[in-house]
């Protein structure tokens, strides 16, 4: 049936790599209809992406002035700043088995729940900070599952880099990366003080290089939701587009 009002709905399932049960949100947008195929707009941090950011808001008005396709999005939760900081940072041996979650055991799960297009393109990944370099490195470890990435302010090291040069194939990738010109010194929650733009920058130089599509974008700002928010109309926008 066709519906009139957005619907988030809790689905719930059990990952092996993750040896737990990991709980989720899926947001059918205004009009959805099951006869439609959806692409998919997979986010970390999904409860911030939604409360902070109103990213449903912005699909639904994205949708509504026809300038983007039909779009489900599915918002990854953490339940604490360290499962966070154990899923998310390169350094963590757990990350590895988040990522595998992702494209093994979530994106399965999905493909046979909603009307998805199944296709790389298809799909798109998108964080803030941490989330966005899982996002990132998921990407390249399986850019036959996930064709595109938006990158908001991510988090950048050697150990981040070195994944890139080692995964990157010639593949279609589609990647969107932003940064705020004040985030030279941020105070991050794992207590360490971070420069994002000289990381941005170097990521930058590294994506540059390669055989993708790439979009990159500085903007008057700093590392918080007050400016992650702002971006995510003309973010949507261009990823999305029809």
């Not at 911030?48 to 509504?64: A, E, I, S, T």
């Not at 729940?113 to 298809?122: D, Q």
């Not at 899982?134 to 599952?145: G, I, M």
Request: some cysteine; proline content about 5%.
């Amino acid at each position: 049936m066709h519906q009139h009002t957005g619907v988030r709905e809790e689905h719930t399932i059990y990952s092996q790599h993750l040896q737990n049960s990991f709980t989720f949100t899926i947001y059918y947008p205004t009009h959805f209809s099951p006869l439609l195929k959806h692409e998919l707009l997979i986010a970390q941090d999904g409860q911030d992406y939604f409360n902070l950011g109103k990213v449903h808001r912005v699909v639904d008005q994205l949708m509504k002035d026809g300038v983007i396709q039909p779009t489900i999005i599915v918002g990854l939760p953490y339940e604490s700043v360290e499962e966070r900081f154990k899923h998310y940072h390169p350094s963590q041996p757990k990350q590895t088995e988040y990522i595998r979650f992702l494209a093994e055991e979530l994106l399965p799960y999905l493909d046979q729940t909603l009307p998805t297009l199944s296709l790389a393109h298809g799909r798109t990944l998108i964080g803030d900070s941490l989330g966005a370099t899982v996002s990132l490195q998921a990407a390249f470890q399986y850019p036959h599952s996930f064709g595109k990435v938006i990158l908001q302010s991510p988090f950048v090291n050697d150990t981040v880099l070195q994944f890139i040069q080692e995964n990157a194939l010639p593949i279609p990738l589609s990647i969107y990366q932003t940064v705020g010109t004040e985030e030279t010194n941020v105070f991050t929650p794992s207590k360490q003080l971070v420069n994002f733009v000289e990381g941005s920058h170097q990521l930058k130089e590294l994506l540059q290089k390669l055989t993708i599509e790439y979009v990159y974008e500085e903007f008057e700002g700093d590392h918080t939701w007050t400016n992650w928010e702002k971006q995510l109309h003309d973010l949507l926008k261009l990823c999305l587009k029809k």
